[in-house]
C-alpha cells in the first residue's frame, strides 16, 4: 500500500467493533438511557446486530418482534410503533451526547430513514456544548418552541453559503486548523417558506411548523445546497420576484397542509422563481396522531430533502437545461460543477471532455475546492475504466484519480464525494480488501444520500454482489427524480449473472445514455442470450459506431472495471452470439 494510500486510510478510518460496544456500555449507562428500558433494548439490539454483519435484518418488522415482542402478525406499514421509537431513540441519543457523552471519543447514530446504526470518531469542532432545555409539554409551548427553533434556523441558514457539492458535507475544522477560504457565492439557492395551515385547529398548526423545522434541518444536515428560510406567514403572499430578490432565491418550496379525516394532507412543491415554472410535485397523506406526528414529520422532511437535493433531481436537471448552448468557456465554478452533474447522469464521452477541461481550469483558480478535486477524479477514473478522452502523455489515469481524491481528502477528510469515487478506483485497482473498507465507510456517511446509495450499490453489483447492490439502489430510485442511465445498468448485470436475460434485456434497453457505449453492448449481448437476435445484430453495430475497436481493444477495456468473472464471461459470450468477432 503507498502512502497515499494509508494517508486516505487513516482520514477515512471507522472505530473498531470493541469501541463501539464500549462507547454503548457507556451510553446505556447514562442517565438518557438510564430508565429507558425499551429505548435500551433497542439501541443494543441494533448496535448488536450491525457488528455482526447482519444490518439488512434492521426492518420494522424484524425489529418489532425481536424488541418488542409484537407477535408475528405485526404488521410494519400500518403500525407505527417502531417508526415512534426510533424518533425517540434518535433523540436520547441527541440529549446523551449534548450532555454526559459531549467528550466521548466514539459516536453511536441512528440516520433518518432507516434503522441500521452508524459509528464515527468525535469531530473535536463538533462538540461545544448547547444548553439543554426542558421539553414543553403542553400544546402552546409546543408550537411556540418549534416556531423559535425555525426561526433560529433561519438565522443558521441565511448564513449558510456553501458550495452546491456533489452529495458532500463541509466538514467542521480542527481547533487547530487555520479557518476555511470563503467559497463563491452558491447561484442557485433554495427558499423553504412555511406550508400554509388549510384547516382550523392547534394540531394542524402545530404539524404544519414542526413540518418545517424538520425539513430546514434535513437541509442544514446534508449541506448539499444552499439554503434560505422565511419564517413569516406573509411570505406566503409574497410574489416571486419579491422572494427572488430579498433571499437571492432562484428556488421556492412551499406547499400546504390540510387535515383530511385521522391524518393530513401534504403537498409540497418547488417553483423556479423567475418564471414561476412548477418543476417538482409531491402529495403525501399520513395517518397521525400524537405520538407518530414527529416520526411522519422527519420521514416526510427526509424524502423532501433527499429528493431535492439529488445531482438527479429536479432543481439540477433545470440548472442544466439553464446552461444549455453556452460557452463552457465562460462557466463560473458553480456551472462547472453542474455540467459535471450532466456528465454523470448519460456518461457522454463529449461531455466528459467539456467537463474535464472546465474542472482543470475552475481547480486551477479555486485550488481549495474539495468537491471538484472528487468529480475530477471521477473523470480521471472513467478515463481507465471507459477509455474516454486519454492523456497518454500524463501519469496513469488511475494514478491522477488517487491524487486527486487525496486532494480532496486534504480539505475535507469527510467528503462524501470521495468516499464514492474512492470506491471505483479500489475496485478498479483489484485491491478486493481496499473495496471492502471503502465500502464499509461510504455505508457509515451519515445521512447517507440517494446518490451515495447509488453508486455503493452499482458497484457492488459489477463486483459481483449483487445481493447487497441492489438493495441499496432499490432504496435509492424512489428519491431519484431524474435517475441517470447507469442505475438500470446495474439491474442488467444483475440479471445477467443469475440467467435471467429477458430481465436483463428489458433493463437495458431502459438505459438512458446514448452515447455510453456500455449501453449498447449490455443491449446486444442480453438480446443474444434471450434469442433476439435481431435486436442484438442492430445494437452490436450500434456498439462499434461508439468503440470501432471494440473486438480487439473491448476485453482489455473490460478487464479495467475488474467486474466479476461470471458477469464478464456472461457479456462477452452474450456478444460473440451477437455477431462480434471477440478475441
Known amino acids: 500500500m503507498s502512502n497515499h494510500d494509508r494517508e486516505i486510510d487513516l482520514e477515512l478510518h471507522l472505530p473498531a467493533a470493541d469501541e463501539v460496544r464500549a462507547e454503548l456500555k457507556r451510553v446505556l449507562k447514562s442517565d438518557a438511557f438510564q430508565q429507558a428500558g425499551r429505548a435500551s433494548r433497542f439501541l443494543r439490539f441494533i448496535v448488536e446486530e450491525t457488528l455482526a454483519s447482519r444490518g439488512d435484518r434492521l426492518k420494522g418488522y424484524t425489529i418489532a418482534v425481536e424488541v418488542f415482542e409484537r407477535p408475528g402478525d405485526f404488521d410494519a406499514q400500518s403500525d407505527p410503533l417502531v417508526r415512534v421509537e426510533a424518533g425517540r431513540l434518535r433523540r436520547r441519543l441527541k440529549e446523551h451526547y449534548l450532555a454526559e457523552g459531549l467528550e466521548s471519543p466514539v459516536r453511536i447514530e441512528l440516520p433518518r430513514g432507516g434503522y441500521m446504526p452508524s459509528f464515527r470518531y468525535a469531530a473535536p469542532a463538533r462538540r461545544a456544548a448547547e444548553p439543554a432545555t ?18 433560529a434556523l433561519t438565522l443558521v441558514v441565511l448564513t449558510a453559503f456553501t458550495w452546491l457539492v456533489l452529495w458532500e458535507p463541509r466538514p467542521a475544522s480542527p481547533p487547530s486548523a487555520a479557518p476555511a477560504l470563503p467559497s463563491p457565492a452558491v447561484e442557485a439557492r433554495l427558499l423553504v417558506l412555511p406550508l400554509a395551515n388549510l384547516s382550523d385547529g392547534s394540531l394542524t398548526a402545530s404539524f404544519t411548523v414542526g413540518l418545517a423545522e424538520e425539513t430546514i434541518r434535513e437541509f442544514v444536515n446534508l449541506d448539499i445546497i444552499a439554503v434560505a428560510s422565511g419564517t413569516s406567514a406573509e411570505l406566503t403572499s409574497a410574489s416571486l420576484e419579491q422572494l427572488r430578490t430579498e433571499y437571492s432565491a432562484g428556488y421556492v418550496l412551499t406547499g400546504s397542509v390540510r387535515a383530511m379525516g385521522n391524518g393530513q394532507r401534504i403537498a409540497v412543491r ?10 417538482w410535485t409531491r402529495t403525501f397523506d399520513e395517518g397521525i396522531d400524537g405520538h407518530a406526528e414527529i416520526a411522519v414529520q422527519e420521514d416526510i422532511a427526509t424524502q423532501i430533502a433527499m429528493i431535492l437535493a439529488s445531482p438527479y433531481g429536479p432543481i439540477y436537471v433545470h440548472e442544466l437545461e439553464r446552461l444549455a448552448n453556452r460557452p463552457t468557456d465562460s462557466f463560473s465554478p458553480f456551472e462547472c460543477l453542474v455540467q459535471f452533474y450532466g456528465y454523470v447522469r448519460l456518461y457522454d464521452p463529449r461531455v466528459h471532455a467539456e467537463s474535464l477541461a472546465c474542472l482543470q481550469r475552475t481547480l486551477h483558480d479555486e485550488p481549495n475546492f474539495a468537491t471538484g478535486w472528487s468529480a475530477l477524479a471521477m473523470l480521471y477514473l472513467h478515463e481507465h475504466t471507459f477509455g474516454f478522452n486519454p492523456q497518454p502523455e500524463a501519469a496513469p489515469a488511475l494514478e491522477r484519480a488517487l491524487e486527486a481524491v487525496r486532494r480532496s481528502l486534504d480539505i475535507d477528510s469527510t467528503g462524501r ?32 444520500h440517494p446518490a451515495l446509495l447509488a453508486q455503493v450499490g452499482f458497484l457492488l453489483t459489477l463486483s459481483g454482489d449483487w445481493q447487497a447492490g441492489i438493495p441499496l439502489l432499490d432504496r435509492a430510485l424512489p428519491l431519484t427524480s431524474n435517475p441517470p442511465g447507469w442505475l438500470q445498468a446495474a439491474y442488467a448485470f444483475r ?19 446514448p452515447n455510453w457505449f456500455v449501453a449498447p453492448m449490455t443491449v446486444a449481448a442480453a438480446a443474444a442470450l434471450a434469442g433476439r437476435q435481431d435486436l442484438a445484430a442492430r445494437e452490436a453495430a450500434r456498439l462499434l459506431e461508439l468503440f470501432p475497436d471494440f473486438e480487439t481493444a473491448g476485453p482489455a477495456q473490460l478487464e479495467k472495471w475488474n467486474m466479476n468473472d461470471t458477469l464478464a464471461k456472461t457479456m462477452l459470450d452474450g456478444l460473440r452470439l451477437a455477431g462480434l468477432s471477440i478475441r
Open 134 to 151: 426542558q421539553r414543553p409539554r403542553d400544546p402552546e409551548s409546543k408550537l411556540m418552541r418549534r416556531t423559535a427553533i425555525v426561526a
Open 270 to 279: 418547488l417553483l423556479e422563481s423567475r418564471a414561476g415554472t412548477q418543476l
Open 417 to 448: 464525494a470521495a468516499a464514492a469515487v474512492l470506491l471505483g478506483i479500489r475496485l478498479a485497482a483489484g485491491d478486493d480488501a481496499g473495496f471492502e473498507r471503502a465500502v464499509q465507510r461510504a455505508l457509515a456517511i451519515t445521512p447517507r
Open 495 to 513: 440479471d445477467l449473472q443469475t440467467g435471467q436475460y429477458a430481465g436483463a434485456l428489458d433493463s437495458a434497453l431502459r438505459i438512458n445514455a
